[in-house]
């Protein structure tokens, strides 16, 4: 069966570091653009990073640039997301999506009408 799975979510102190990876099964990611979502309570579903499969291009949203990492290992059919200085507003569950139209420049992403696999999310608490 086709899906993706999160994985690397904790708790962790203001200042701290972790690594998050989504892992394919079914198929293969690199024909795939990822992304990772967020989704804070009571806040909405927010996009902040992808990485496009064709060129390699990727997008960070402005509040984690500089801080976050997205790069794909196709060897292990997984992509991470690499996330220093972690703040308190970084607390949300945090989500990876696939799909073959996902594209990701420095400036947006894009997509068609959905994304087709989507984690179960893993969450990520900044806490002291």
């Known amino acids: 069966q086709e899906h993706v799975v999160e994985s690397g979510g904790g708790l962790v102190q203001p200042g701290g570091s972790l690594r998050l990876s989504c892992t394919a099964s079914?198929?293969?990611?690199?024909?795939?653009?990822i992304g990772w979502f967020r989704q804070a309570p009571g806040k909405e579903r927010e996009g902040i990073s992808c990485i496009s499969s064709s060129d390699g291009g990727t997008y960070y949203t402005e509040s984690v640039k500089g801080r976050f990492t997205i790069s794909r290992d196709n060897a292990k059919n997984t992509v991470y997301l690499q996330m220093n200085s972690l703040e308190p507003e970084d607390t949300a569950v945090y989500y990876c999506?696939?799909?073959?139209?996902?594209?990701?420049?420095?400036?947006?992403?894009?997509?068609?009408?959905?994304?087709?696999?989507w984690g179960q999310g893993t969450q990520v608490t900044v806490s002291s």
């Open positions: 999506a696939a799909d073959r139209s996902l594209r990701c420049s420095s400036g947006t992403y894009y997509y068609g009408a959905s994304l087709r696999f």
């Open positions: 079914g198929f293969t990611l690199d024909a795939y653009g």
